[in-house]
């Protein structure tokens, strides 16, 4: 599967490339970052398991599993 995540990355570049010809340095800027983001999320969906995930959101501060929110997200409406 993350042999996989790589064909949006690829396509990316190869865009960046043929979108910008004659800039090279915004053709690489352009494909790194755009195709680094694509990436990343690629990966964080299918390629990296449940405990890699955790343990990423840990060192980031946030206390809450995967798929739940880390605050309380709930609104309360308290009445004057």
Same mark, same amino acid.
């Given at each position: *599967?993350? !042999?996989? +995540?790589?064909?949006?990355?690829?396509? &990316? *570049?190869?865009? %960046? =490339?043929?979108?910008?010809?004659?800039?090279?340095?915004?053709?690489?800027?352009? $494909? /790194?970052? @755009? @195709? $680094?983001? &694509?990436? #990343? /999320?690629?990966?964080? !969906?299918?390629? !990296?398991?449940?405990? /890699?995930?955790?343990?990423? *959101?840990?060192?980031?501060?946030? =206390? @809450?599993?995967? $798929?739940?929110? #880390? /605050?309380? %997200?709930?609104?309360? +409406?308290?009445? %004057?």
């Amino acid at each position: *599967l993350p !042999l996989l +995540c790589n064909v949006p990355f690829t396509l &990316v *570049l190869i865009v %960046a =490339r043929v979108a910008l010809p004659t800039h090279d340095v915004a053709a690489l800027l352009t $494909g /790194v970052l @755009g @195709g $680094g983001a &694509v990436l #990343a /999320v690629t990966y964080w !969906l299918w390629a !990296l398991p449940s405990s /890699v995930k955790t343990r990423i *959101l840990r060192r980031l501060g946030r =206390r @809450g599993s995967i $798929g739940e929110p #880390a /605050v309380d %997200a709930r609104v309360t +409406c308290e009445s %004057a």
